[in-house]
């Protein structure tokens, strides 16, 4: 990260002035406060406004730099508690096999590659999770329906559904050359 500050030998913080190439100890002859040149006083002011939103005090800060897995810890624990919260509610979901995250979303459009060796083109309805497996619903918007007018299985993404259409050609042009089985 870039520093604002710097200490003079003596410990005394300085910033240097981008406007006038001078710093605040005086060397172009205005004190801080009378200063005309607002695009330093502004980006001092903006960087110690980020520093104070985090809450922290320059000790804990130090804490954090010294830190090893010990401190990482204490930052979650001091984070804000409604994101940790969730972060540990999903952990624990995905531990038990409850978590889902489907490869795409609703409005999302998926590519088919059909046995006719063309792409057929798909915008996603809606994402179910069912008993067996979670299934991606669609319309079809170019070509013509080869599997399913419903949808398919999110385990055929990457197979035969892909969700660029560069995927999708380049899996047509492996079938095509004999590489690649539907």
Known sequence: MERLTKRDTDGQAMMDCQKCKADWMGKHGK???SCTALYCRNRLKDRIAAYEDTGLTPERCAE???????GRYIVMRD??????ARLREL?????????VVPPCKAGDTVYEVTSRKTISEYRV??????LFCTFIEWDIVAGFVDKSIFGVP???I???VFLAR??????????RNGNGNL
Request: charged share 50%.
């Open 31 to 33: 004190p801080m406060d």
């Open 64 to 70: 954090f730099a010294r830190a090893d897995a010990e």
């Open 79 to 84: 984070a804000e508690q409604k994101g940790v």
């Open 91 to 99: 952990a624990e979901a995905d531990k038990d096999g409850r978590l």
């Open 125 to 130: 309805k809606a994402i179910r999770v069912e």
């Open 154 to 156: 999110v385990d055929e």
């Open 158 to 160: 990457g197979k035969t």
């Open 166 to 175: 560069e995927e999708a050609e380049k899996a047509l042009e492996e079938i």
